[in-house]
């Protein structure tokens, strides 16, 4: 399984060996021209102030030029302003290689999410958070992506500025140097304290904009829904309740890491007032000149901002690990079994025979601790036997809560089960892939799910069709009228869920997608409810020649949806209760059927 750990991140870093040796190598020529600026002070200050010689003016009147003091100043305020701006340009270019790692790096991180989810099996995905996942997948990523990008290359560029300036310092007046150098971890130190709790705030405001997001997703989502029960206050409320939990976590985290972080400034500010005093009684009882003291000072400013990053970055490190733990919960995520051996019973078939043997399903529940306890979870599906012939048409009745439609979701692939065994073709399921089946078995369900995109793309689902196939799908699938209505045609956006289309409608659509998709087996799942019996009839009479050789499953209230059914099952509390052909179970009592349906 694919884990996120700042250890994991360290090591997708090393994979950009050669950009990180070449902006390591700018960040150290940027480096070495911020840290000699402070050099330039005694020169200044000494040498053309106190007259005190250096042997620096010497050499540039000897080898360069001769001026005055003001020509000297001027000549060098332009070099230390080149200096500058050519130590900005490298930072920018160093900048510019890391973020394009960083990038790199939380794309492929994003992939890795998305095609795990693209594995997740439906149990899982019925009980996840939309917008608990995509806080994850937009928020927590970012936060990877700036301790990636910028967090670790000020990192970078603040150790080698402090090394330097410590070489440089040591330099000047080693026994100065030392009493800043060992007294500045205690700033670090400090700060180790302060940031304890910071990340465990992060997490906290983290869960709250989660929380926030999927309350106000899922309210925007089932917006219809809301405003038919007339109950917008009250969702609302909730997203308000949520949004102000949120305040709370933000206003706690916000100003607490920023009180940490001033107080650690504090510390250090502190620190530099007494390194300015040590500095004057430097000067005064031993050979430390006015200007190498300012140019101490300098440095201790020099060494403010990188100091601060060095600070800054337990507090950015902890907020990484926080994002990565967020992250995990998606790896952990159950993923749809993959057969080891797999097989494709459907290749070469024009329909499929299945056969279900002693199958039983439940449930899991949520968490990790109820799902330990199998014994306790009933059974949805309890020992169900089936034969279904290739090309055979065969209906699955009951009364509402008997199972059927978990039964289809099973047979199509979309929940492992853990009793019993599904043949197809002569094939175990056990050999075949979840994808595979869905390939070739096509469920239309009851309540179809458009996309807010065009009539065109609803149908196809982005695959590539001939224009002769769509005619061929909307001919059979009774939409020939509807589409004329709309005002693009094939082009019409239809809204949020296929709001501009009849419940009818899109059961039509539906099922004008499995028209394309060419499937070996079918199952309507109450396919065709909200049509009225007259458009049905024409509808199932345009599927005629279609579905002549495939496999067709049917699982219907209506006796019209299931009249011209070879065989029927019963089921029953999950069970199967009886089994036939429709004049079998005819003989045995003529109000069956009413009783069943």
Same mark, same amino acid.
């Given at each position: 399984?694919?884990?996120?750990t700042?250890?994991?991140?360290?090591h997708?870093?090393?994979?950009?060996?050669?950009?990180?040796?070449? *902006?390591?190598m700018?960040?150290?020529?940027?480096?070495?021209?911020?840290?000699? &600026?402070?050099?330039?002070?005694?020169?200044?200050?000494?040498?053309?102030l106190?007259?005190k010689?250096h042997?620096?003016i010497?050499?540039?009147?000897?080898?360069?030029?001769k001026?005055?003091?003001?020509g000297?100043?001027?000549?060098?305020?332009?070099?230390?302003?080149?200096? +500058?701006?050519?130590?900005?340009l490298?930072?920018?270019?160093?900048?510019?290689?890391?973020?394009? &790692?960083?990038?790199?790096?939380?794309?492929?991180?994003?992939?890795s999410?998305?095609?795990?989810?693209?594995?997740?099996?439906?149990?899982?995905?019925?009980?996840?958070r939309?917008?608990?996942?995509?806080?994850?997948?937009?928020?927590?990523?970012?936060?990877?992506d700036?301790?990636?990008?910028t967090?670790?290359?000020?990192?970078?560029?603040?150790t080698?500025?402090?090394?330097?300036?410590s070489?440089?310092?040591?330099?000047?007046?080693?026994?100065?140097a030392?009493?800043?150098l060992l007294?500045?971890?205690?700033?670090?130190?400090?700060?180790?304290?302060?940031?304890?709790? &910071?990340?465990?705030?992060?997490?906290?405001?983290?869960?709250?904009?989660?929380?926030?997001?999927?309350?106000?997703?899922?309210?925007l989502?089932?917006?219809?829904?809301?405003?038919?029960?007339?109950?917008?206050?009250?969702?609302?409320?909730?997203?308000?309740?949520?949004?102000?939990?949120?305040?709370?976590?933000?206003?706690?985290?916000? #100003?607490?890491s920023?009180?940490a972080?001033?107080l650690? #400034?504090?510390i250090?500010?502190s620190?530099?007032?007494?390194?300015?005093?040590?500095?004057?009684?430097?000067?005064?009882y031993?050979?430390l000149?006015v *200007?190498?003291?300012l140019?101490?000072?300098?440095?201790?400013?020099?060494?403010?901002?990188?100091?601060? $990053?060095?600070?800054?970055?337990? #507090?950015?490190?902890?907020?990484?690990?926080?994002?990565?733990?967020?992250?995990?919960?998606?790896?952990?995520?159950?993923?749809?079994?993959?057969?080891?051996?797999?097989?494709?019973?459907?290749? *070469?078939?024009?329909?499929?025979?299945?056969?279900?043997?002693?199958?039983?399903?439940? #449930?899991?529940?949520?968490? @990790?601790?109820?799902?330990?306890?199998?014994?306790? +979870?009933? /059974?949805i599906?309890?020992? &169900?036997?089936?034969?279904i @012939?290739? *090309?055979?048409k065969v209906?699955?009745?009951?009364?509402?809560?008997?199972?059927?439609?978990?039964l289809?979701?099973?047979l199509?692939?979309? /929940?492992?089960f853990?009793?019993g065994?599904?043949?197809?073709n002569?094939?175990?399921?056990?050999?075949?892939?979840?994808?595979?089946i869905?390939e070739?078995?096509?469920?239309?369900?009851?309540?179809?799910?458009?996309?807010? $995109?065009?009539?065109?793309? @609803?149908?196809?689902?982005?695959?590539? /069709?001939s224009?002769?196939a769509?005619?061929n799908?909307?001919?059979i699938?009774?939409?020939?009228d509807?589409?004329? +209505?709309?005002?693009?045609?094939?082009?019409?956006?239809?809204?949020?869920?296929?709001?501009?289309?009849s419940?009818?409608?899109?059961?039509?659509?539906?099922?004008?997608?499995?028209?394309?998709?060419?499937?070996?087996?079918?199952i309507f $799942?109450e396919?065709?409810?909200?049509?009225?019996?007259?458009t049905e009839?024409?509808l199932?009479e345009?599927?005629?020649?279609?579905l002549?050789?495939?496999?067709?499953?049917t699982?219907?209230h +209506?006796?019209?949806?299931?009249?011209?059914?070879?065989?029927?099952?019963?089921?029953e509390?999950?069970?199967?209760?009886? @089994?036939?052909?429709p004049?079998?179970?005819?003989?045995? $009592?003529?109000?069956?059927?009413?009783?069943?349906?």
């Amino acid at each position: 399984m694919i884990i996120c750990t700042i250890k994991s991140i360290i090591h997708k870093l090393t994979k950009y060996r050669k950009e990180l040796i070449f *902006g390591n190598m700018v960040a150290v020529v940027a480096t070495l021209l911020v840290v000699i &600026i402070p050099l330039f002070i005694p020169i200044i200050v000494d040498e053309l102030l106190l007259g005190k010689d250096h042997h620096f003016i010497r050499w540039v009147s000897e080898h360069l030029w001769k001026s005055d003091t003001k020509g000297y100043v001027i000549g060098i305020l332009v070099f230390i302003l080149l200096l +500058r701006l050519l130590s900005t340009l490298l930072s920018i270019l160093q900048t510019k290689i890391f973020v394009s &790692i960083s990038k790199n790096i939380t794309y492929q991180m994003r992939v890795s999410l998305l095609e795990h989810l693209k594995k997740v099996s439906l149990k899982e995905y019925e009980t996840m958070r939309v917008g608990a996942v995509t806080s994850k997948l937009v928020t927590d990523v970012e936060t990877i992506d700036g301790f990636v990008s910028t967090t670790i290359s000020k990192l970078i560029v603040s150790t080698l500025i402090l090394i330097f300036s410590s070489v440089v310092l040591l330099w000047i007046h080693w026994q100065l140097a030392l009493f800043i150098l060992l007294t500045n971890p205690i700033v670090v130190l400090f700060t180790v304290k302060l940031s304890r709790n &910071i990340g465990k705030l992060k997490r906290e405001e983290n869960k709250a904009v989660e929380l926030f997001q999927s309350s106000l997703s899922e309210t925007l989502e089932l917006f219809h829904q809301i405003k038919a029960a007339n109950k917008e206050t009250y969702f609302f409320k909730e997203s308000e309740k949520k949004a102000k939990e949120l305040k709370e976590h933000s206003v706690n985290y916000g #100003y607490k890491s920023d009180a940490a972080m001033k107080l650690s #400034y504090l510390i250090f500010l502190s620190g530099y007032e007494v390194f300015r005093a040590v500095s004057i009684l430097a000067v005064a009882y031993s050979d430390l000149s006015v *200007g190498l003291m300012l140019a101490i000072f300098s440095y201790l400013w020099v060494m403010v901002t990188p100091t601060q $990053d060095v600070i800054n970055f337990q #507090y950015v490190l902890a907020t990484a690990k926080a994002a990565c733990k967020r992250i995990n919960t998606i790896f952990e995520m159950e993923q749809e079994p993959l057969p080891p051996v797999q097989k494709d019973p459907f290749k *070469g078939h024009s329909a499929v025979s299945i056969e279900v043997c002693h199958l039983c399903f439940r #449930y899991a529940k949520g968490s @990790n601790n109820e799902r330990e306890k199998e014994d306790t +979870r009933e /059974y949805i599906l309890e020992n &169900i036997n089936m034969h279904i @012939n290739a *090309g055979s048409k065969v209906a699955i009745v009951g009364a509402s809560g008997s199972g059927k439609t978990t039964l289809s979701n099973i047979l199509v692939g979309f /929940y492992p089960f853990e009793q019993g065994e599904i043949f197809y073709n002569g094939v175990s399921n056990k050999e075949v892939a979840l994808s595979t089946i869905r390939e070739n078995i096509y469920l239309i369900l009851q309540h179809p799910k458009l996309f807010n $995109d065009t009539m065109r793309f @609803n149908l196809t689902l982005g695959n590539a /069709y001939s224009d002769e196939a769509i005619e061929n799908a909307i001919r059979i699938a009774q939409l020939g009228d509807v589409i004329g +209505r709309l005002e693009n045609g094939l082009d019409t956006l239809v809204g949020k869920d296929g709001i501009k289309l009849s419940g009818g409608q899109r059961q039509r659509v539906a099922i004008a997608r499995m028209v394309l998709s060419n499937p070996k087996a079918v199952i309507f $799942d109450e396919s065709t409810s909200a049509l009225d019996v007259h458009t049905e009839a024409k509808l199932f009479e345009a599927l005629h020649d279609f579905l002549a050789k495939r496999t067709v499953i049917t699982i219907a209230h +209506r006796l019209s949806t299931i009249k011209s059914a070879e065989y029927i099952y019963v089921l029953e509390e999950g069970k199967v209760v009886d @089994n036939g052909t429709p004049a079998q179970l005819l003989e045995k $009592d003529e109000s069956y059927f009413s009783a069943m349906l």
